[in-house]
């Protein structure tokens, strides 16, 4: 389905009067700020869409397809990507799974991609799945398995995964290992590291010029007593090893509870070794959920580094780092849901743009924990939505996505074209 720009006019037509007297009162508000330049900056950012999260998601233990009209090939995808990001202005980009997701003419693909305005993000590889076709099983890990065989059979699907992503014009790859133990004596650790990163060496050797390695990090699950990438230290430690082009990514639901994420934010970023995002939110683990539906305030203190950090080493806000959702979900139709996300995160980048910067070190400075809290907290408590809603208006989207999707009966409309039982290739 394909939103025509005068259906988007007409819904903005509606909503106008409300929405400029919100923005100007904001704008009174907030006079002492130069308003302009953060609207082009939320302008500007972007956060790709993972292909994977398309379809209706699955828990642990089941899957049920609800929604119905779910893309059945990566074409439709990047048709549902397209929807988006006419809606939102703010989707301009696709990561692919590979082999959930396998390109069949890249020159194809980056036509159709562009007619919607969208480029194509990192590319993921997947060595926690055995395929049909392979040779051996990855059962008792990939990169760090015992057997040389399987590590070759790793290693050369990710160089095959970064040759489809040379074609379509990506520049990163992103690696999550599943790879660990499930009990004590099962895994001798220092062999099990080596084994990875002599496996990493290989495939960062593939690697193009421009070209990035994102080496992703969790706690637990699959593997319940070790993961050979556990934690940010280990992550930092192998792209530490691997070289420029190596960097840690970070998935907020990859932690532990409580784990503070924003001071892991800001010490990667410091390092030079931040490489990117993948968002979404989480109650007790990795639970996948909306980007900002459990604790919004944690993903505002993680912009608030990350703007700081990036304006203290000059880094482009949008092109610096790689932003990309992560979600899966069983209950929500998968559309309403990333336009949840990629609100919420926005909104966040905007507060994060908001805070004054120079009174917040001059309480640092002084000790003024008070005056500190109330800085961030003022602005977080601030309603920042018109903000958001007008880059939305300045880059021809929707200034109320999930309402012009509604309205438009988006979901009927892709029921009637693909089917009520399709199912999306992925989770």
């Known amino acids: 389905m394909k939103i025509e720009h005068n259906q988007i006019e007409q819904h903005n037509d509606s909503l106008l009067t409300s929405h400029q007297r919100k923005l100007n009162n904001l704008k009174a508000d907030w006079s002492h700020l130069d308003i302009e330049s953060i609207i082009q900056k939320l302008v500007d950012f972007q956060i790709a869409i993972p292909s994977w999260a398309l379809g209706t998601g699955g828990t642990r233990f089941g899957r049920f397809a609800i929604t119905g009209g779910e893309p059945r090939t990566i074409e439709e995808k990047i048709e549902d990507v397209g929807l988006l990001h006419a809606l939102n202005g703010a989707s301009g980009s696709i990561s692919l799974h590979i082999p959930w997701d ?13 007619s919607y305005g969208l480029t194509f993000d990192a590319v993921n590889s997947n060595t926690f799945q055995d395929q ?7 059962k008792f890990g990939s990169l760090q398995n ?13 160089i095959e995964v970064i040759k489809q992503g040379v074609a379509l014009d990506s520049n990163a790859l ?48 699959p593997n319940f007593y070790s993961t050979t990438v556990g934690d940010w230290g280990q992550s930092l430690l192998y792209a530490s090893k691997l070289g420029k082009k190596a960097y840690t ?5 990859h932690h ?20 990117g995002f993948h968002f979404n939110d989480s109650k007790y683990g990795d639970d996948d959920l909306t980007a900002g539906s459990i604790k919004p305030y944690q993903l505002f203190l993680i912009f608030n580094e990350l703007v ?3 304006d203290a080493k000059g880094m482009n806000h949008a092109k610096d780092l790689g932003w990309m959702i992560d979600a899966s979900h069983n209950v929500k139709d998968p559309l309403e849901d990333l336009l949840q996300s990629v609100e919420a995160i926005m909104l966040a980048y905007a507060q994060a743009l908001f805070v004054d910067r120079k009174a917040l070190i001059e309480a640092q400075e002084t000790n003024d924990v008070a005056k500190a809290q109330e800085i961030l907290q003022n602005t977080f408590r601030s309603d920042l939505r018109s903000i958001v809603a007008e880059a939305r208006l300045r880059a021809g989207a929707a200034l109320s996505p999930i309402g ?24």
């Open 256 to 275: 532990l509870p409580n784990a503070n994420i924003e001071q892991i934010v800001s010490l990667l970023l410091m390092e030079g070794k931040l490489g």
């Open 102 to 114: 396998i390109p069949q003419n890249a020159t194809e693909l980056k036509a159709l991609a562009s």
């Open 174 to 221: 992103t690696v999550w290992l599943a790879d660990g133990s499930c009990f004590p004596g099962q895994l001798n650790f220092r062999k099990a590291f080596e084994n990875t990163l002599e496996s990493l060496e290989e495939i960062y050797s593939a690697l193009p010029e421009d070209w990035k390695m994102f080496v992703e990090y969790k706690a637990f699950e």
């Open 146 to 158: 015992v057997n040389k065989a399987i590590r070759k059979q790793a290693i050369e699907h990710n």
């Open 132 to 138: 049909a076709d392979a040779a051996h099983s990855y």
């Open 249 to 253: 990514l970070v998935d907020l639901g």
């Open 404 to 427: 012009l999707y509604r309205n438009l009966s988006c979901r009927n409309n892709l029921v009637q074209q693909r089917g009520q039982k399709t199912v999306a290739t992925g989770l």
């Open 308 to 310: 700081e950090g990036m």
